[in-house]
C-alpha cells in the first residue's frame, strides 16, 4: 500500500495505521501522539493529539476526508494522501485540542518530577497556544497512594488509559481504572486497592505526564541534573535491562529503556525498579541513547567524553597507568 504523508511517499502493508506509517518515514512528519503506545493493545483513540488531514483517501476513492482524523487508528488506504505538518489549517486544529487537553491541567511544573520529560510539556511548547483562556476552576483532587510506591496526582491526569491498558495487559490483575465519565472521570483503585503486582511500575514509565510518580523518587532531583546511563542485572522476573538514573554515584531511580517515540522498549519489574538502589547492583552499559529533543539530553556525555578524552591524553603523555589496569 502506498501513503503519502508530507509529500513523502513510503509503501507499507495492509492494516498500518496512519500514525505508523508517518513513524516509518520519521519524526519530521510523525504527528505527536499522548495516548497511542505501540505495545499497548487497543491504546489510542483517547486524546486526539495525533489528528491528521487525509486530503485523498485512496486511489480507488480520491476525495478528502472532511474532518481530521486520528491517525493512530486510521488505516492507510492504498493510494492515501495525508497532511500534517504542512497543514496550516490542521495545526490550528492540533493547538485546539491541547488546549482541552491543558483546561484542567494545574500549571505545577516546577513542583512536578515529570518534568523535563513530560509529553504535555513538549505538547504544549510545540503545539500549543501562548495563553489559556479557561476562565473557570480547574478540577482539584487530592493526591493519593497506589500502593505504598506509587503517587496519583489526579490534576495532573489527562485521561490518556494507558496504565489502564498497563494494568489490564501486563500485569495479572487490574484494580484501577478510570471511573464515572466526562468532566467527572477519574482514575481510581475502587476502594483504594493497592496495586502490589510485580509489575505495576510500569504505570508509572507509561504516563505520559505527572500524574503518576514513582515515590521512591519524589522530590528527589530534576531529572536534568541525573545522567542515564542503561544497566543490567540477572533478574528472574524480567529481561532486567533497565535504565539507571544517576546522580553522581547515586542511583536515584530506576526506569524502563525507552525508544525514540519515548515507548518502554521492555517493561521491567518492580524489583529491579524499586530494590536495588546501588551502582555495584548494576553491570552499566554506558550512557543511556535520549532521543528527544530534552534538556536530559544536553550536554551531558559530551561534556564527560571531552573530559575522559582530556584525561586519557594527560595519563597518556604522563605515563600513568589508568587505575582499573593497576596491579
Ligand atoms: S494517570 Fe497517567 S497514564 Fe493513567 S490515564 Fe492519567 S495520564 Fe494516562
Ligand atoms: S494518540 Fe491518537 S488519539 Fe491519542
Partial sequence: MKVTIDGIQIEVPKGTTILQAARM???EVAPPAMCYYSSLKTSGGYCRTCIVKVT???SANPSPIPKPVASCRTEVMDGMVVENNINAELLEARKGVVEFLLINHPLDCPVCDQAGECKLQDLGYGHGSAATRFEFKRREYEAIDIGDKIKLHMNRCIL???CVKVAEQITDNRVHG???RGDSSEISTYIEN???NDFSGNVIDVCPVGALTDKTFRF???VWFTKPVDAHRNCDKCSGKTRVWLKGEEVVRVTARKDQWDEVEEFICNSCRYDYKKTSDWVIEGPSPIHRNSVISQNHYQHLNELKLQALKQQNALGFMPLDKKP
Avoid: A, H, L, T
Wanted: charged residues 20%.
Fill in 178 to 180: 478510570v471511573i464515572s
Fill in 56 to 58: 485523498q483517501g485512496s
Fill in 25 to 27: 518515514i520519521g519524526p
Fill in 194 to 196: 493497592i496495586i502490589d
Fill in 160 to 162: 490518556c488509559y494507558r
Fill in 220 to 222: 528527589k532531583q530534576r
